[in-house]
């Protein structure tokens, strides 16, 4: 797939790129908590497309601090697992690989094949990071992987989008499986999908929560080691608005990451 033929992927593919755009947007602020030095290559070689795209400074400091959170979740991680696996669903063009320090673990990341050859153009495969094209409820994903290690599996800005049920599927298939593992999970309560679906900035939005007991009854066999706030994240940062609805706990905890570990 070409470059310039960006525009033609599907919707969900394509919003792997649109997050890309967010992060570069930050990364030009004097006061940025994003920075990836790849960033500047892909945007360059993707202009093609991006300046049709217009984000509120809130959205983009949203999804920094949701990276960067997950950054520092994955690197405590790695730091007390040496040569564990860390598995990334519907990975996007993230960079994480090279962002934290990954000497000492294998490293998979797993999305449709549009974005996968896309992402191919920028990151090289390794012996110790592979680039698997397949949908996340194509299974056969599984048989690329080795079980004998700790692992983590990250699924980010992905869940919403999919029915409760077939959450439930990939969350139990990936228990199943991988006995000694830990998940940071993206998760939306109901006000933030109240919010996006009537003001159309995400009208397909499928699954979200009221409260983490929800998550713990859906799942029976995860516990919650962690509980984040995406809100909580730089409020300095926020407009003088947003500063005052997070004062309200629904709205506060309406973006959330979550810390699982198999029972």
Known sequence: MSISSL???????????????ALFLESRKKNSIYYD???????????????????????????????????????????KNENSIIINLGCG???????????????????????????????????????????????????????NKKTLVLIEGL???????DVKMLIDKIIS???????????ISHLFYWYRS????????KWSISNKKCVLKIFPDLKILKE???????????SILKRILRLFPCYRKQNILLHLKSK
Do not use: Q
């Open 37 to 79: 030095k790849k960033l500047n290559e892909m945007i360059d070689k993707l202009s093609c497309y991006f300046p049709k795209i217009n984000y509120t400074s809130n959205y983009v400091l949203e999804i920094a601090s949701r990276k960067e959170l997950i950054k520092e979740v994955i690197s405590k991680f790695i730091n």
């Open 177 to 187: 499986n991988f006995p000694d593992s830990e998940l940071i999970i993206h998760v």
């Open 159 to 165: 869940l919403p989008y999919f029915e409760e049920k």
């Open 93 to 147: 063009l993230d960079n994480y690989f090279d962002r934290l320090n990954t000497t000492n673990v294998f490293w998979f990341d797993i999305d449709l094949s549009g974005v996968i050859n896309l992402k191919k153009k920028f990151f090289r495969e390794s012996d110790n990071y592979k680039l698997i094209s397949k949908s996340i409820f194509d299974f056969s994903w599984l048989n690329k992987i080795p079980k």
């Open 198 to 205: 009537l003001s159309k900035i995400s009208n397909n939005l």
């Open 7 to 21: 525009s033609k992927l599907p919707e969900i593919e394509k919003s792997a790129c649109l997050a890309l755009w």
């Open 228 to 238: 984040y706030f995406i809100y909580d994240c730089h409020v300095e940062r926020m």
